[in-house]
């Protein structure tokens, strides 16, 4: 797998959007911020124990049953195994292997856009959280049970850095596709997470585990909800999101998501790979650090500027203001979804296809199975520029007015009555700006 495989990634660089549709986009995004801040949302709506639209008790029986719950876990845990084998037995050519593609495309892209539409499916599917309670059922004890209590202090910051470990291997790293590479990160995820699990129970899965708390943010977003007794609902996304948790950590998760995504489109730049090859020198480790201190900066710039801008306004003690970048970071959270399947979309439908080809024979055997090996890609996004180009920009000015809605509704109940206009100026225009730079990031420049 080269580089530009293992970004992505590079959906600007593959279809660049058209300059009147980026331009079309930033407009509608101003329109809509100024007119739910100021004329069509006037007091709070957003209530997250909304009791929603029940599902029909027969469909919930199925999705909650033991039985369903039980196969998925098994074949979390056999595509574990599978994955496994492949790393140390097959191919060592990312071109030949499978697992790479596994890890960026059907792990980080493909998991994330089905907790969108379905909830948590990493916490239902996850071998790390299948085998902790395979072992918890041979000893008796509850997953929930660990030998330590979860820090509180922690949050969500153990996720932020397994998730900053994966963004460096995939945008900033010597070679991101590497088998081995990605071997050893899965090795030292599986390692660490299942002893996580081992001694802090189900709440490392639910706040440390870096897929896990990314899969959760996104279900957050997803039309099904819970209510309070644990009964599956359709909720409106916006009411589950406000019910998001406010965590330490929970600026600088945001800030990685949205940060990273951003600078993978700015790395396929031509202007940004010059200025590596000439800082860099033809030294790769040279390269790596200049890679390295950009995604950090760009993920230092989106918290800060993020945390700035929540934090100004008046009427309000320093102490409640330090404590609003966490309270709003959750509107951060469909500005990220809108910006996946922008930037991605591409990726997963079609280079998705090309990993699972690569299983028609995995070890190198001369295998068929499935008679994939004589199957094509089928290019059926990028043979539709304009439909791709009008969904890319959709999706962002979507992911756009939603975080626009929920930040607003959540100031409306933070800041006092004279500050709730003024008070809220610099974060709207904040979310506009993420949505003008990931309009121009993905009309390449």
């Not at 916490?123 to 049970?145: I, Q, T």
């Not at 055997?365 to 959709?394: F, M, N, Q």
Request: charge should be positive; include cysteine; aromatic fraction near 10%.
């Amino acid at each position: 797998m080269t580089r530009s495989l293992a970004h992505g990634l590079n959906g600007a660089a593959d279809l660049p959007i058209p300059l009147t549709y980026a331009l079309i986009g930033a407009a509608w995004a101003l329109t809509f911020s100024f007119a739910i801040l100021l004329v069509a949302w006037r007091r709070p709506r957003l209530e997250p124990d909304t009791p929603g639209l029940l599902v029909p008790s027969a469909l919930r029986a199925v999705i909650d049953s033991h039985a369903l719950r039980t196969v998925l876990a098994v074949l979390g845990v056999a595509a574990a195994v599978v994955v496994g084998l492949v790393t140390v037995f097959g191919s060592a050519s990312p071109q030949r292997n499978p697992v790479p593609g596994v890890f960026y495309i059907y792990l980080w892209v493909g998991v994330m856009l089905a907790s969108l539409v379905l909830g948590p499916v990493w916490k239902v599917v996850s071998p790390m959280r299948a085998l902790h309670r395979f072992g918890c059922f041979l000893l008796r004890r509850s997953p929930e049970d660990g030998v330590r209590r979860y820090p509180t202090s922690w949050g969500y910051w153990p996720a932020v850095f397994g998730l900053f470990a994966f963004v460096w291997l995939e945008l900033a790293s010597q070679d991101p596709g590497s088998v081995a590479a990605v071997g050893w990160w899965l090795f030292g995820y599986a390692v660490l997470t299942l002893t996580g699990l081992v001694v802090f129970g189900t709440a490392w899965a639910e706040r440390a585990d870096p897929f896990e708390v990314y899969s959760s943010l996104l279900a957050r977003l997803s039309p099904f909800g819970r209510r309070a007794s644990g009964e599956l609902v359709l909720r409106s996304p916006l009411q589950n999101l406000a019910g998001t948790p406010v965590l330490p950590g929970a600026v600088a998760l945001a800030a990685t998501l949205l940060g990273s995504t951003a600078f993978d489109s700015l790395s396929a730049m031509p202007g940004w790979r010059n200025l590596v090859d000439s800082l860099g020198g033809g030294s790769v480790l040279v390269a790596t650090l200049v890679r390295s201190v950009g995604l950090l900066t760009v993920i230092l710039i989106v918290g800060i500027v993020f945390t700035v801008a929540a934090r100004a306004t008046g009427g309000l003690t320093r102490a409640e203001r330090a404590k609003l970048p966490g309270l709003l970071a959750h509107s951060i959270t469909p500005i990220i979804a809108g910006y996946i399947v922008a930037h991605y979309l591409t990726f997963v439908v079609e280079k998705g296809q090309a990993t699972a080809l690569l299983f028609a024979d995995p070890f190198q055997r001369g295998w068929d199975i499935g008679g994939l090996a004589h199957r094509e890609v089928e290019y059926v996004l990028s043979g539709h520029p304009t439909v791709l180009a009008t969904t890319k920009v959709l999706a962002v000015l979507t992911g756009h007015i939603l975080g626009v809605a929920a930040a607003h509704d959540r100031c409306l109940r933070l800041l006092p009555p004279e500050h709730r206009a003024t008070g809220q100026l610099a974060l709207m225009l904040t979310m506009v700006g993420y949505t003008f730079t990931g309009l121009y990031l993905l009309f390449g420049g």
